[in-house]
């Protein structure tokens, strides 16, 4: 009885240990692990970066499931080789993390999104008043919080640089004093939003682009004074454009130098990626489908990125589809 | 030949859609009418908890620790709860603890007769398990969504779903309790002559009334794991600490409040515990 006990606990340390080093195997050794976060725009960048991986290059590639924290702690550990959709502007250690060598920038995706405060468009055809972030104050009857007498608005999680930033806003335009700013998970944020939709309720949060939010429900930009640099640190005026950016870690280069090479060239645009998210959204198909989609016809684009090889390989891979 | 063939397929997430969407509309106004009370209520049990100062609460826990066990307890559970005001945690504490209250209050007043129901009949009782083995299983974060469309984001989605996740072991052990009553017992009740209902209040419910508590003892220790879940859905309190700490990446301050719902789970777990532990003695006095 004793020897069967001794033997199974043998057994269950041996099978531990091999598990263990079985994953790490299969994790260092010949793919590279891309973080995927939960939104579609990144998922379909992914999904890019994967075919032109694998088909061009020849190496495998898995997409791990992450939160924009744990991705740059992964990025950070080496659990992780490369994201292709980092918003370095909400990572607050994003400068000092360069700096140290944590992990390293290879090309600015698109950098021509907007964020900011957004109010459904149908409301602001009700109350045409409702045009800039100064004029909430007048509105708050619109937005009531249950919980408090002041008004609601709505923004992403903490620790987003872009929550911080609004959380100066409402102290220096005094939104404070009529409104409360409610902090949310983004999955939570779009709940409300698709409730408020679905009544035509008034709602106003924060959101960004490109994002099928914004493909989904028609949403306006609440206006605000022009961006300039010091104004911003303070919490005054717009958003502005922040740089999407393709990040590794750097022992990716010296371990793929052709792949990385053809990261460093990836470079796409808000609109571009909004077109492939539309048509995720309309033909109901996944990110896979509209990579091929977008791949399929936007070849002057992506054939500049990669080797002739590759190109020849991808797009052998692209017509047998 | 391995792969289950793709052209073979019936999904049900359209039907699911197309229904969830049809209660949005059609029961809107009963929604609303569920989450103001259910928001009532809970400032109410807010409102009662700040009612008492820190202090006293302290030595009613320290107090109930010694008579409940000994001395030795009632020094361990006062300190705990000393600990997490230490902590910065008393006000947030306060929030929890009010979600698990009312939670636990509506659990016990549906899941009991619930329990009951299925003690008396085998029917309601092949219906009720698998409900309770999906209920227990579903992952909470498919509820939670739906939750913020029907009662808006905060405190009254966050007992919505702590319900959900935390009544059926309560369920359980009221059926548990109800039909394992010792047969001679109600042989007895019968040959004197008692109608069902004093059968079940004089008879059926106190003899298991330690297998109930027992079973708002797990109701609660279920209610409080879904509290930090219940902070994605905007409700504040511990939870939300431990969401912000990670989100911020700060360990420190996620342990902090982690040890804070430990701290408050062992108050809640013992003190229910030992109050289910008098019932078992009262009942087997009697007898």
Same mark, same amino acid.
């Given at each position: 009885?004793?020897?069967?006990?001794?033997?199974?606990?043998?057994?269950?340390?041996?099978?531990?240990?091999?598990?263990?080093?079985?994953?790490?195997?299969?994790?260092? =050794?010949?793919?590279?692990?891309?973080?995927?976060?939960?939104?579609?725009?990144?998922?379909?960048?992914?999904?890019?970066?994967?075919?032109?991986?694998?088909?061009?290059?020849?190496?495998?590639?898995?997409?791990?499931?992450?939160?924009?924290?744990?991705?740059?702690?992964?990025?950070?550990?080496?659990?992780?080789?490369?994201?292709?959709?980092?918003?370095?502007?909400?990572?607050?250690?994003?400068?000092?993390?360069?700096?140290?060598?944590?992990?390293?920038?290879?090309?600015?995706?698109?950098?021509?999104?907007?964020?900011?405060?957004?109010?459904?468009?149908?409301?602001?055809?009700?109350?045409?008043?409702?045009?800039?972030?100064?004029?909430?104050?007048?509105?708050?009857?619109?937005?009531?919080?249950?919980?408090?007498?002041?008004?609601?608005?709505?923004?992403?999680?903490?620790?987003?640089?872009?929550?911080?930033?609004?959380?100066?806003?409402?102290?220096?335009?005094?939104?404070?004093?009529?409104?409360?700013?409610?902090?949310?998970?983004?999955?939570?944020?779009?709940?409300?939003?698709?409730?408020?939709?679905?009544?035509?309720?008034?709602?106003?949060?924060?959101?960004?682009?490109?994002?099928?939010?914004?493909?989904?429900?028609?949403?306006?930009?609440? =206006?605000?004074?022009?961006?300039? =640099?010091?104004?911003?640190?303070?919490?005054?005026?717009?958003?502005?454009?922040?740089?999407?950016?393709?990040?590794?870690?750097?022992?990716?280069? #010296?371990?793929?130098?052709?792949?990385?090479?053809?990261?460093?060239?990836?470079?796409?645009?808000?609109?571009? #990626?909004?077109?492939?998210?539309?048509?995720?959204?309309?033909?109901?198909?996944?990110?896979?489908?509209?990579?091929?989609?977008?791949?399929?016809?936007? =070849?002057?684009?992506?054939?500049?990125?990669?080797?002739?090889?590759?190109?020849?390989?991808?797009?052998?891979?692209?017509?047998?589809? | 030949?391995?792969?289950?063939?793709?052209?073979?397929?019936?999904?049900?997430?359209?039907?699911?859609?197309?229904?969830?969407?049809?209660?949005?509309?059609?029961?809107?106004?009963?929604?609303?009418?569920? !989450?103001?009370?259910?928001?009532?209520?809970?400032?109410?049990?807010?409102?009662?908890?700040?009612? *008492?100062?820190?202090?006293?609460?302290?030595?009613?826990?320290?107090?109930?620790?010694?008579?409940?066990?000994?001395?030795?307890?009632?020094?361990?559970?006062?300190?705990?709860?000393?600990?997490?005001?230490?902590?910065?945690?008393?006000?947030?504490?306060?929030?929890?603890?009010?979600?698990?209250?009312?939670?636990?209050?509506?659990?016990?007043?549906?899941?009991?007769?619930?329990?009951?129901?299925?003690?008396?009949?085998?029917?309601?009782?092949?219906?009720?398990?698998?409900?309770?083995?999906?209920?227990?299983?579903?992952?909470?974060?498919?509820?939670?969504?739906?939750?913020?469309?029907?009662?808006?984001?905060?405190?009254?989605?966050?007992?919505? !779903?702590?319900?959900?996740?935390?009544?059926?072991?309560?369920?359980?052990?009221?059926?548990?309790?109800?039909?394992?009553?010792?047969?001679?017992?109600?042989?007895?009740?019968?040959?004197?002559?008692?109608?069902?209902?004093?059968?079940?209040?004089?008879?059926?419910?106190?003899?298991?009334?330690?297998?109930?508590?027992?079973?708002?003892?797990?109701?609660?220790?279920?209610?409080?794991?879904?509290?930090?879940?219940?902070?994605?859905?905007? !409700?504040?309190?511990?939870?939300?600490?431990?969401?912000?700490?990670?989100?911020?990446?700060?360990?420190?301050?996620?342990?902090?409040?982690?040890?804070?719902?430990? *701290?408050? !789970?062992?108050?809640?777990?013992?003190?229910?515990?030992?109050?289910?532990?008098?019932?078992?003695?009262?009942?087997?006095?009697?007898?």
């Amino acid at each position: 009885m004793k020897l069967m006990k001794k033997l199974m606990i043998f057994v269950a340390t041996l099978a531990i240990v091999f598990s263990i080093s079985a994953c790490g195997a299969l994790q260092d =050794e010949d793919t590279i692990v891309i973080g995927e976060a939960s939104w579609d725009s990144n998922k379909f960048h992914n999904q890019i970066a994967r075919i032109l991986i694998e088909e061009g290059y020849g190496v495998e590639v898995d997409l791990v499931t992450a939160d924009t924290s744990v991705m740059v702690a992964s990025l950070k550990a080496d659990n992780m080789d490369l994201t292709m959709e980092l918003w370095s502007d909400n990572i607050p250690s994003y400068q000092d993390d360069i700096d140290a060598g944590d992990y390293v920038e290879l090309s600015v995706n698109f950098d021509d999104n907007e964020q900011g405060l957004y109010i459904p468009t149908y409301l602001q055809e009700q109350y045409p008043g409702l045009q800039t972030v100064q004029d909430l104050p007048d509105y708050v009857h619109l937005f009531p919080d249950l919980d408090s007498d002041k008004g609601l608005i709505l923004a992403g999680p903490n620790g987003w640089s872009a929550t911080s930033f609004l959380k100066d806003k409402m102290v220096e335009y005094n939104l404070d004093d009529d409104y409360k700013l409610k902090t949310l998970e983004t999955a939570t944020l779009y709940a409300t939003l698709a409730d408020a939709y679905a009544n035509e309720d008034p709602w106003v949060g924060y959101n960004w682009t490109p994002t099928w939010v914004s493909g989904v429900y028609d949403l306006t930009l609440l =206006e605000d004074s022009e961006y300039n =640099e010091e104004d911003f640190a303070n919490g005054i005026g717009e958003f502005p454009s922040v740089d999407v950016n393709v990040v590794a870690h750097p022992d990716l280069e #010296t371990n793929y130098p052709e792949v990385v090479e053809f990261l460093r060239n990836y470079e796409t645009s808000s609109e571009l #990626t909004s077109s492939a998210l539309a048509y995720m959204q309309e033909n109901d198909v996944d990110a896979e489908a509209a990579a091929i989609w977008f791949l399929l016809e936007n =070849e002057d684009l992506w054939s500049q990125w990669v080797t002739t090889d590759a190109y020849d390989s991808t797009m052998e891979y692209l017509n047998a589809q | 030949m391995f792969i289950f063939p793709e052209s073979i397929r019936f999904e049900i997430k359209d039907i699911i859609d197309a229904i969830f969407e049809w209660v949005l509309v059609t029961f809107n106004d009963f929604f609303d009418v569920v !989450a103001d009370t259910i928001r009532m209520l809970f400032n109410l049990v807010e409102l009662g908890l700040n009612y *008492f100062p820190w202090w006293l609460m302290v030595i009613g826990v320290a107090y109930a620790g010694y008579k409940l066990y000994n001395y030795k307890m009632g020094i361990l559970l006062s300190s705990m709860l000393v600990t997490i005001g230490l902590f910065g945690l008393w006000q947030e504490m306060i929030y929890t603890l009010a979600i698990i209250i009312i939670s636990v209050f509506v659990s016990v007043i549906v899941g009991i007769p619930f329990g009951i129901l299925m003690a008396k009949s085998k029917v309601v009782e092949n219906i009720i398990k698998p409900i309770l083995d999906a209920m227990q299983t579903m992952p909470s974060f498919v509820y939670l969504i739906p939750a913020i469309m029907l009662f808006s984001f905060g405190k009254v989605p966050a007992v919505f !779903a702590t319900t959900i996740y935390a009544i059926p072991p309560l369920i359980r052990l009221t059926f548990l309790g109800i039909s394992s009553v010792d047969e001679e017992v109600v042989e007895a009740g019968k040959s004197f002559g008692s109608t069902p209902l004093q059968m079940l209040f004089k008879i059926e419910l106190p003899q298991s009334l330690s297998t109930i508590m027992t079973g708002v003892n797990q109701t609660t220790m279920m209610a409080m794991a879904m509290v930090v879940i219940s902070s994605m859905i905007g !409700a504040e309190g511990i939870g939300q600490i431990v969401l912000d700490a990670i989100d911020n990446l700060e360990v420190g301050q996620g342990f902090q409040a982690g040890f804070a719902i430990v *701290f408050l !789970a062992i108050i809640l777990d013992r003190l229910l515990q030992g109050f289910a532990n008098t019932f078992d003695k009262g009942v087997s006095q009697d007898a």
